[in-house]
């Protein structure tokens, strides 16, 4: 091998080695619960939440960013911590908890407990623009154990990023999270108000 070969092979050896050392590291966020109690009497029944169910597009462990109205982007250094799907069951069930006053609510399934409600969501929109906003709209459904009796609704939660950055966007998602919380949350008191009434 001429010297000439030699540091053309050295130069390739060290530019894998470090080349490959200074990739880009992934960052991974997470969905927190965010709702405060809204001062309302605390309940004396149990809820279950989930399944849950998010479009196939957001259904992947990147974050999805939409950059117009008919293109979006996957990120692959900015990443979910868990699936979105298990992520958003345990997000509202700590939301509704605290909503409702009471540490009994669960993320579905969970062996040997029988709800008094079940809550089942269909996630239609889960968008991210950088910067900006996130926006999720819900289908979501309560589910009265005793008799079937069942109450839908549909929530859209826009909440803008409250700074820059993924940070800012994954909190952005909680906070709409939140807001569908309480839709849920208020359904779940008519239906139990309403099963009440039934039974005097």
């Not at 692959?76 to 069930?93: G, H, K, M, T, Y």
């Amino acid at each position: 091998m001429t010297l000439f070969g030699r540091i053309a092979f050295i130069a390739c050896v060290l530019f894998a080695v470090f080349g490959c050392g200074h990739s880009a590291a992934s960052r991974f966020y997470t969905l927190d619960s965010t709702a405060q109690p809204d001062g309302t009497p605390a309940a004396d029944y149990t809820v279950a939440v989930g399944p849950v169910s998010v479009p196939s597009t957001v259904d992947r462990p990147q974050f999805v960013v939409q950059e117009g109205p008919n293109r979006a982007a996957i990120d692959e250094f900015n990443r979910w911590a868990a699936p979105l799907d298990e992520s958003i069951a345990r997000v509202v069930a700590g939301d509704l908890a605290a909503l409702l006053g009471t540490p009994r609510v669960v993320r579905a399934p969970l062996a040997n407990f029988d709800p008094d409600f079940r809550v089942a969501l269909d996630i239609q929109r889960f968008e991210s623009v950088s910067d900006e906003s996130a926006l999720i709209e819900a289908v979501w459904t309560v589910r009265r154990s005793a008799d079937g009796e069942t109450r839908s609704g549909r929530t859209v939660a826009r909440e803008p990023a409250q700074g820059k950055g993924f940070d800012a966007l994954a909190a952005a998602h909680s906070r709409a999270l939140a807001k569908i919380s309480a839709d849920i949350a208020e359904a779940i008191r008519a239906e139990a108000g309403s099963g009440e009434m039934k039974n005097e």
